[in-house]
């Protein structure tokens, strides 16, 4: 995949595993749905959970992206993170936007702007800087093990063409 093609699978997306040094034990995963603002990837939380206190200790962040079709691709976004405690309702209504495939109407933007409130939600945000690309070996039929080929992933800047 080069630059566009990396960018466009983001884009044409929306879930991912969100992973993040815990401070004991190995690395924390979630699934997680994400949208994109700009360039940036924001993932919705809560304060009081655990991925905005890690990202606070060191925003190093990793996001396995996923299709979500069978058989799965996906690539891995690495970037740098930070919490933003304005602006959690907004993308939570953008997740439940993207959730359910349709506009939230008015009255159930309210119920979630209150409920954005209770539960202090804020707004993950990741610049990306590097992805690392695996390239997908399926075998759709058994006569495929013949020509199933593997081959290493590459380490790419987040904008190398």
Request: aromatic residues 8%; negative net charge.
């Amino acid at each position: 995949m080069d630059a566009a093609e990396r960018r466009e699978f983001v884009r044409t997306h929306r879930t991912c595993v969100f992973d993040y040094p815990r401070k004991e034990h190995g690395p924390s995963m979630s699934c997680v749905y994400y949208v994109i603002n700009g360039e940036d990837i924001l993932v919705s939380s809560m304060l009081a959970r655990s991925k905005p206190k890690a990202v606070a200790r060191d925003g190093r962040v990793s996001l396995c992206l996923l299709d979500e079709n069978w058989p799965p691709s996906y690539i891995t976004v690495y970037g740098n993170a930070v919490v933003e405690k304005k602006g959690g309702d907004d993308l939570l209504i953008a997740i439940y936007k993207l959730m359910a495939e349709q506009p939230m109407p008015e009255d159930e933007r309210k119920k979630l702007r209150k409920l954005a409130l209770e539960e202090g939600r804020c707004v993950i945000r990741i610049k990306p800087d590097s992805t690392f690309e695996t390239p997908p070996s399926h075998v759709y039929d058994p006569g495929d093990v013949d020509t199933l080929t593997h081959w290493v992933g590459n380490s790419l800047p987040w904008d190398a063409e």
